[in-house]
């Protein structure tokens, strides 16, 4: 018969890689916004720098749940605090997978996201000289864009580490 320990150390496993798909979402936004840096730039390769800039600031923004998933997945995977925990073995047992497949809501805001840092790469290669403005409006949609990521690192580090269910 498997011990709580060994199926807990199992399930933050499993956690670990569900909670990584959210990359597929970063993936794809990170794609898009790539594609359409270049055909901006193929379009005007006289502003290729302004349209890079663009395209590598919206990209790193569109990173973030990947990097919020990479967290949960590092500390399921190397400090799981349910690992020692008291209470019933079945909810610990959920709870580490319950964190990973949180996680897994990453893949909206990194498409969504990327798909605002191509926008922004294709009107600043249409219009160079909006620059500004257009990097403000794409940020700004972005860290909208972002929330339902954050949602999701919060249910999972309540899971781990503020969990109500354990009490």
Do not use: C
């Amino acid at each position: 018969m498997l011990e709580v320990h060994e199926v807990v150390l199992a399930a933050s496993a499993i956690g670990a890689g569900l909670a990584m798909i959210a990359g597929i979402g970063v993936g794809v936004g990170q794609g898009f916004a790539a594609g359409k840096g270049a055909e901006a730039v193929g379009k005007n390769k006289n502003k290729g720098r302004h349209i890079t800039l663009v395209m590598l600031l919206g990209a790193a923004v569109a990173e973030t749940s990947g990097i919020f998933s990479l967290v949960v997945a590092l500390i399921l995977l190397f400090a799981n605090p349910l690992l020692g925990a008291e209470g019933i073995g079945l909810v610990i047992i959920a709870s580490t997978l319950g964190a990973g497949f949180s996680m897994i809501a990453g893949v909206g805001p990194g498409i969504g996201q990327g798909f605002a840092a191509g926008k922004g790469t294709e009107a600043t290669g249409a219009r160079p000289k909006h620059q500004n403005g257009i990097v403000r409006v794409m940020l700004l949609g972005q860290a909208v864009g972002q929330t339902t990521g954050i949602y999701a690192l919060v249910i999972a580090l309540v899971l781990l580490f503020a969990n109500p269910l354990l009490n």
